[in-house]
């Protein structure tokens, strides 16, 4: 007996060996009780498509995101609602940060593929009625479905990743993925620019539907997902997986984003900070909340943000970072325009071009730390370089004037551009890191990305304040012949048609320089907040990570396997 015991565990260790040497390091594999299962991601051809499928979804989303930034003065002017500049661009924010952890929640229950696609339909719908809407308030409730639709766009390409793709090659492929945000953001402007000025800012919307279609198209018939169907949350009943969507997180989620950005619109604009609506909105801002937070503990893994996320400090810090980050990008990204458009007195196209200079550096910025992690494996240099520069380019655009040439604004913007690209993308590369799961990389992306839409949610009425208050400020200051509401409702391209007067006219270019530059200083001041907050994460590095998850899980199988054959051995 002692010899077959003996024989078995010799049997049991050959076997070890020989698993160890033949499982490769380019498969995933899956344990199903004592069962060896492999999981090959895809390759080639099959790789290419489905990124391009995810990258064509992220251009759809990020066009919709960055070449409208030119048409808003037109759009405001059009509707004569430069008071809510701030509700043009919030709107779609509020939906498509709101939507961030419910997108992740619903990903996490339901097949990634299917849900993706009916997030790509919302989206359309939502592009649908902004360009055929006859009133402000018609086009931002379109906005507000569209923000519906990107925020699913966002969180699929970001979630599906971890689906094609080992851990060590993902900072890479997101890089690839999301740099088309980069990319688009060069030529959305330039687009949005020709259609406001050579057709009309309505097809700037029309043009999502052909898009979105061939986009459509390209994900039923190229995304192939394999295994999707094994995880424990996709196999329960529906109505199960409809009570985990959480309605009254949902509720109360909304409830107290809007509070706070209808709260950031009207105090100091159209109403005094403290009128009794202004101060409701912000005590109901703050009850709600902390309901908000009272039922996500109550709820514990079923809620929309589990607290646990919360008290992962790579998880936390790198959401605290991705808040101050996005915030000052939207800043730059929807105010800029009206610097080029109202101080220099560019036209759409021209303000378009002018973007470039930050747009392409910052999709090389996002190739360039996609590489860099993706080679060396630590991700916080990458960060933490990035950030110092960042507040250097950001310092220097507080510069800017009527009197600013064209190599200075410009180096200015592409310094600012590469070292925003480079921070953008490693918070998640990090999340990818500390959690192992597939549904909890879709539940923390979604809690990430919802306080980085969130930062740019509030950063934009928080931007229209501290435009309109510098412009109160200082249209009496250079010019006597007007009144500050006259050149509010007239809106930045209508600044010739104003007066006659070119002191007139020029005078109100420098209250317009002016008031620009508080809201660059503020976004300096919220880009030298993210420097500590990144210090927060932990100093990892993914390459040894993936070793040891591909080690641990080979180690798995070879005793799951031995111990049966010493059992099998005990039995004899």
């Known amino acids: 007996m002692s010899d077959v015991m003996s024989a078995a565990a010799t049997n049991a260790e050959i ?42 979804g992220t251009f759809l989303m990020a066009l919709d995101t960055t070449i409208i930034t030119v048409a808003i003065p037109e759009i405001s002017t059009h509707f004569n609602a430069l008071d809510q500049v701030g509700w043009i661009g919030s709107a779609y924010l509020i939906t498509l940060t709101a939507f961030q952890p ?57 979630g599906i990743i971890t689906y094609i793709s080992p851990l060590q090659k993902r900072p890479l492929y997101m890089a690839i993925v999301i740099s088309v945000f980069g990319i688009t953001s060069s030529m959305g402007p330039v687009v949005g620019g020709v259609f406001t000025d050579r057709i009309t800012w309505r097809w700037c919307f029309w043009i999502n539907l052909p898009i979105g279609l061939v986009a459509f198209l390209l994900v039923v018939f190229s995304l192939q997902l394999k295994y999707v169907a094994n995880i424990a949350e996709r196999q329960l009943p529906l109505k199960t997986k409809l009570k985990r969507v959480d309605p009254i997180g949902i509720v109360l989620l909304f409830g107290f984003v809007s509070c706070l950005c209808i709260a950031l619109q009207d105090g100091g604009n159209n109403i005094p900070w403290s009128s009794s609506r202004v101060i409701g909105l912000l005590v109901g801002f703050g009850a709600l909340k902390i309901l908000f937070w009272i039922t996500q503990w109550r709820l514990g893994e079923h809620a929309l943000i589990p607290v646990r996320f919360l008290r992962q400090r790579t998880v936390a ?119 192992e799961t597939d549904a909890d990389v879709f539940l923390a992306n979604g809690v990430a990305t919802f306080f980085s839409q ?74 030298c907040v993210s420097i500590p907050a990144s210090c927060g994460m932990e100093w990892l590095n993914i390459k040894k990570i993936s070793r040891d998850r591909e080690t641990s899980k080979e180690t798995g199988h070879v005793n799951s396997i031995g111990n049966e054959q010493l059992s099998e051995a005990e039995k004899l």
Request: some cysteine; aromatic content about 10%; proline content about 4%.
């Open 15 to 56: 076997t070890r060996e020989r698993i160890e040497s033949d499982v490769p390091n380019t498969t995933k594999e899956v344990v199903s009780g004592s069962k060896l299962t492999r999981y090959d991601y895809p390759k080639g051809l099959s790789l290419a498509s489905t990124l391009l499928s995810l990258a064509l």
């Open 102 to 158: 419910i997108a992740g929640n619903l990903y996490k229950n339901f097949d990634p593929k299917i849900t993706y696609l009916v997030f790509m339909v919302i989206f359309e719908v939502g592009s649908a009625l902004c360009a055929a809407a006859p009133l402000a308030a018609v086009f931002i409730l379109g906005r507000a479905i569209a923000g519906i639709g990107a925020a699913g766009l966002i969180q699929g390409a970001l």
């Open 317 to 435: 810090f790198g959401s605290l970072f991705l808040f101050c980050d996005n915030m000052s990008n939207y800043i730059k990204l929807y105010y800029l325009p009206f610097y080029f458009q109202a101080v220099l007195g560019t036209s759409a196209i021209r303000s378009g071009v002018n973007y470039i200079a930050l747009a392409v550096p910052q999709f090389f910025g996002l190739l360039l730390s996609g590489g860099l992690v993706t080679g060396y494996g630590y991700f916080m240099p990458v960060i933490l370089v990035g950030q110092v520069i960042c507040v250097v380019g950001t310092g220097l655009l507080t510069r800017i004037s009527t009197t600013t040439s064209t190599a200075e604004w410009a180096t200015f913007l592409a310094l600012t551009g590469i070292v925003l690209g480079m921070g953008i993308n490693a918070p998640h590369i990090a999340i990818q890191a500390v959690m």
């Open 454 to 527: 969130l930062g740019g949610t509030v950063a934009i009425p928080i931007g229209n304040a501290i435009l309109l208050n510098g412009l109160g400020n200082y249209i009496p200051k250079y010019t006597k012949d007007i009144a500050v509401q006259t050149v509010i409702r007239a809106g930045p391209l209508a600044l010739h048609d104003i007066s006659p007067s070119a002191d007139t006219v020029h005078g109100i270019q420098l209250a317009y320089s002016k008031a620009i530059q508080h809201v660059l200083i503020f976004a300096l001041a919220v880009v």
